[in-house]
DNA sequence: TAGTTGATCAAGCGATTGGTTGAATAATGG
DNA sequence: CCATTATTCAACCAATCGCTTGATCAACTA
């Protein structure tokens, strides 16, 4: 998978997680697969509505789909969600980092007032 | 901050990352805050887009802004990309646990071949 | 076989998105 | 004061989003 591939799919996993709806449905799944009525049925709207919804996560590679008779059992996948705290741990971590070298910095440069004003910038 | 307000920013959050030029600046501001146009440079979209962007990301509050002068620094907000990560996790959680159970329940009920098409369902 | 259930396809609609150009607002520096 | 720099506001545009209704497909069951 080049950049470009890694990158459209961070789009639409964020883009999938961005909507209520469809985080209240990951939500459900992590208690198990669910199918498409059964994943409708607590919303106020069509399951043409949430069988959309249901496409926009599995395109986004969050959930994967079987089959048991005429229903489509979807599941969720978890390493899915994890490339996403992946992304955001490690901005985090080097944003973090960067704060505790400018504290040693700071503290060991000269008096403590400096180091309250560090935590501005 | 009620349920439907935490709903709202995680919706922002998410939509904010969802686009891989927010998600670059992101990346950037990690490595310490930047004015609009020094955010802008690597782009080929015009500042007015890049403020827009910034405007999205600081209403989703992953962002702050000060003032120096005529620039408005952008600041990583860390914290907030913290909630992202745990909201992930609970449910990435609740999954590999549930599987854990499975597991084990299948393991000591009978012999192993149950346990092998665990993983499917 | 006919009817029912589960899910998707298709077309349409109002709202929102990411981008543009052009003008306006702030704050600095000569 | 005037010109420059940094940023935002305003209006507009094509594309996409979430959702609807109506029709279709697929598989079970009486």
Same mark, same amino acid.
């Given at each position: ?16 997680? =961005?909507?209520? #709806?469809? @985080? $209240?449905?990951? /939500? ?6 669910a199918?498409?009525?059964? +994943? ?19 395109? =986004?590679?969050? #959930?994967? @789909? $079987?089959?048991? /008779? ?10 899915? +969600? ?17 704060f ?7 503290? $060991? ?13």
């Amino acid at each position: 998978m080049d950049a470009a591939a890694a990158d459209d799919r961070l789009d639409r996993a964020f883009m999938a997680l =961005a909507d209520p #709806v469809r @985080r $209240s449905i990951v /939500a459900r799944l992590s208690r198990g697969p669910a199918t498409v009525t059964e +994943l409708a049925e607590p919303f106020d709207i069509t399951t043409q509505a949430v069988s959309k919804h249901i496409q926009v996560l599995e395109t =986004a590679g969050l #959930v994967t @789909r $079987s089959r048991d /008779a005429q229903r489509r059992p979807v599941h969720l996948d978890a390493a899915a +969600l994890e490339t996403l705290t992946e992304w955001i741990d490690r901005y985090r971590l080097i944003h973090e980092q960067r704060f505790r070298r400018l504290d040693a910095l700071l503290a $060991s440069a000269d008096g403590g007032d400096a180091a309250a004003s560090a935590e501005q910038d």
